[in-house]
């Protein structure tokens, strides 16, 4: 059961790791909730290939969509952030925008690499 369970566990723990290193500050959150956006993306992600997996049968064409969905995400994100800042912070939706496709961007990234990650038997 464990063994199962592992590389969903690890790409979740990749993740967050990541965002606690910087790694989603320097991509472009915001710095007070660069590290919150994995710790709610990260866990749903893994639940995503955890499904995924055992749900499709072409488990390679479930990660690149992943991957693609994680690079739309960014796109999204980095436009949220352009157009809030660009209305000094008045724009709540632009905000909202940046927030949550910073979340999905931990999600997909998280569903990516627990897809990429050989299966345990």
Do not use: C, N
Request: net charge positive; hydrophobic share 65%.
């Amino acid at each position: 059961m464990i063994k199962s369970i592992l590389p969903f566990a690890l790409a979740a723990f990749t993740v967050i790791l990541a965002a606690f290193l910087g790694a989603s500050q320097s991509l472009g959150a915001h710095p007070i909730w660069a590290t919150k956006i994995a710790l709610i993306g990260a866990p749903v992600g893994a639940v995503l290939a955890v499904i995924l997996r055992f749900a499709t049968r072409y488990q390679w064409a479930s990660a690149f969509a992943a991957l693609v969905l994680t690079g739309l995400a960014l796109a999204m994100a980095t436009m949220g952030k352009t157009r809030f800042a660009a209305s000094y912070a008045e724009d709540v939706q632009a905000g909202q925008l940046w927030y949550f496709g910073w979340i999905a961007v931990a999600l997909f990234a998280t569903t990516t690499l627990a897809l990429l990650l050989p299966k345990r038997r």
